[in-house]
């Protein structure tokens, strides 16, 4: 404890019972940053004790920085990167994200008609043994009308094809589709289970959310990376209660690891409300290796403490269609 003779900015100041409880539950990990604020705050002020009201404009003042949106949990670009195309960005050793703003800029951004978001969809299909058993001719008229149905819907929605063939059990087939309407996105689907192919296709799993972009509208473009990993994330209850100032600080942490892997891209999308995870994380990179240690890394950080540990990610191959058509048989 500082003496009476110590500096008056080194001098202890008294908390009420109240503010003491707020601190209490803070993390542990940041407690004493917290505390340190509060102290500052008061001292400014010119306050002579540290109450409930103080720790109450300490987060306000925290939660309203534009870098610590709640469900920000990955590092935004800066703006020269995100008008760079996707292949630019990469080669310069930028991390280009899109993540998803906080509830105050978003009413912001909305109100000045420069914000908007783009729908994503992401659908893993698993292909029945039966049709390796077809005859080619019936395989080749399967594969080109999926193949027609993907080209007719390309002036609505902007579709990636990815090969899951030996490296996931369950699907062998992963698109993911960008555009604005659900409508659209449900009646694509429904033409492509009625396709022959469709047929002896299983919508094995979807993941779905919102892209969101600053400035002038366009749809999100996904890198020409080799691999795609996905992974859905929820957020235990214990996460959704703790304050935004602290989930703040958890955030930055995140950001911070991501900021060590400059070749992978790293993409939010927002899914709570939407879908069952609160957000998807998608990964794009040409190396395997470096997916793994970013994962890894990752789960280093204190934000792992509050997900959900069932929920695993998928790793694909980008390929074209054709080429996935001709690896699921025929």
Known sequence: MPTEG???????????????????KVPFFIRKNVEKEAEEYARANSMTKVDAGVIARVKSSKSDKPEEGAASFVQESGTEAENQAPSEASANGQVEVVSTPSRSEETARSSEGSYSRDLSNFSLFRLD???????????GHGKR??????????????????????????????????????????????????TFLGRYLVLEKTYNGYLTHQNTRSIFTPTKNRFIHIKPVVMNTEWHQLAPFIRAVIEKETRDVASRFPTIRLTVMASHGLDESDFVQIMESDSSEHLVDMSNALQGTQGYRYIEASHRGITAITRSMADILDLLGG
Not at 6 to 24: F, G, M, N, R, V
């Open 6 to 24: 110590a500096p008056e900015s080194e001098k202890s100041i008294p908390w009420t019972e109240d503010a003491q409880a707020l601190l209490k």
């Open 145 to 194: 009308e999926f193949h027609e149905i993907v080209k007719s819907y390309s002036n609505q929605i902007s579709v990636f094809p990815y090969c899951l063939v030996g490296l996931n059990a369950n699907s062998d087939l992963l698109l993911w589709r960008i555009g604005t309407s659900l409508d659209i996105l449900q009646e694509m689907t429904g033409k492509l289970l009625s």
């Open 129 to 139: 043994p039966a049709w390796r058993k077809l005859h080619p001719t019936e395989m």
